[in-house]
């Protein structure tokens, strides 16, 4: 099990309080995995922020860099390991190939054989990595037709730097996704309760808006509206053809196969489950309030050569304004101080993941490790 969430701005207007709202909703999914957590955030010129960590939630809203109000769409996880070293970074989420990237809940079964089938490179241990590196090969308008050769469970979001504006949430089997749109924003979590406990944190209100629980085999594509599909479901075989046949016939609840409506205690539940949500997020906010702020250099002047050139080769890179550069690198704007107590050495620290050698360094560069898709 892993946790899955994420917005998507929907027109021009930036999404108020941006970075609460991801960190709540981060909060929210916290109690689905501990192994890891992340973001990733594309803007609408195809530029990309990523961070990821084998950590949890909750030290990771503490630290992590600040998503620029213009975001088109965040992808949020929290990993709970299954196939692939859980301190390995590369198994983290979200995973990327190519121009793509996505977060997965689920376990997919046919992953190696799709990867020996297409010849692709895999670049990650996780099963995850085949829905970003299937749909960057076959391309983002056949989205659906890579999604349906997948086998086994899956809940994913993904996001291409070829159509940053647009955004794919999809199910096949499962594992659940629910989905709230409203005139501005679709936001998306593995429950319903995750949405409603971080939209009230973030916001002080019930969201405002149309819940989707996405069925089984359907994809939704948005693009400023929302568009529903179906994927393309295998052909399950038929049951009890011999005593010797591996697919045994499904069981039948007395009930009949109408399902059954939620009973008073399973509501309860429900809503004790939101309130406790809602209480980790407050509390895990209150201990962010307190930490100390980043120690100033008062006795330096000038900035560190290298320093000064990080800032100006992240502003040519992300295409970002000097002063979202300058603390980006800084972790300060220009206006409160010229640097901060902490042994970055810009590129290494900004685009890629710290590590405490050069040689590991440059491994991490060859292994494609930047922020950027």
């Known amino acids: 099990m892993c946790g899955i969430a994420g917005i998507h701005r929907r027109g021009k207007t930036q999404v108020k309080l941006i970075n609460r709202l991801a960190d709540s909703l981060l909060l929210s999914i916290a109690h689905r995995g501990s192994d890891a957590t992340g973001y990733l955030a594309i803007h609408d010129d195809g530029s990309t922020q990523m961070e990821k960590v084998t950590d949890r939630a909750p030290a990771f809203v503490l630290s992590r860099r600040k998503v620029r109000n213009s975001a088109r769409t965040i992808l949020l996880h929290t990993r709970f390991a299954t196939q692939g070293r859980a301190d390995d970074p590369r198994n983290a989420h979200p995973v990327v190939a190519g121009s793509t990237a996505a977060v997965h809940n689920g376990t997919i079964y046919n992953d190696g054989d799709l990867f020996k ?78 949405i409603e406990a971080a939209w009230k944190h973030a916001y002080g209100t019930k969201p405002d808006g149309e819940f989707i629980v996405v069925p089984e085999w359907t994809m939704l594509h948005v693009n400023g509206k929302v568009t529903i599909s179906k994927l393309v479901a295998p052909k399950q075989p038929k049951h009890n053809v011999s ?76 295409g970002c304004s000097y ?30 993941p710290m590590t405490k050698t050069e040689k590991q360094r440059a491994e991490r560069r060859a292994e494609g490790w930047e922020v950027g898709l």
């Not at 895999?122 to 037709?145: C, F, N």
């Not at 504006?165 to 089997?173: D, K, N, P, S, Y």
């Not at 196969?257 to 509390?283: F, M, N, R, S, Y």
């Open 117 to 194: 089938q297409f010849e692709m490179e895999r670049t990650a241990q996780v099963d995850s990595i085949v829905i970003p590196a299937l749909i960057d090969k076959l391309g983002w308008a056949k989205a659906g037709e890579a999604l349906s050769k997948l086998r086994g469970g899956c809940a994913t979001a993904v996001v291409t730097a070829e159509f940053p504006t647009e955004l794919i949430l999809a199910r096949t089997q499962s594992y659940p996704m629910h989905v709230l749109v409203t005139d501005d924003v679709v936001v998306w979590a593995s429950e319903r309760a995750c």
């Open 323 to 352: 002063d979202e550069a300058y603390e980006e690198v800084y972790g300060v704007s220009p206006t409160e101080a010229d640097t901060y107590v902490d042994d970055l050495e810009w590129v290494d620290d900004v685009l890629v």
């Open 243 to 318: 005593k010797s046949s591996k697919w045994p016939a499904p069981l039948k609840s007395k009930g009949g196969w109408k399902g059954h409506k939620p009973t008073a205690k399973k509501l309860k539940q429900t809503v004790a489950q939101q309130l406790a949500i809602a209480e980790a997020i407050d509390d895990a906010f209150e201990v962010a309030a307190k930490r100390e702020p980043l120690p100033l250099w008062d006795d330096i002047d000038e900035p560190e050569p290298y320093m000064v050139q990080a800032v100006e080769d992240l502003q040519a890179w992300a």
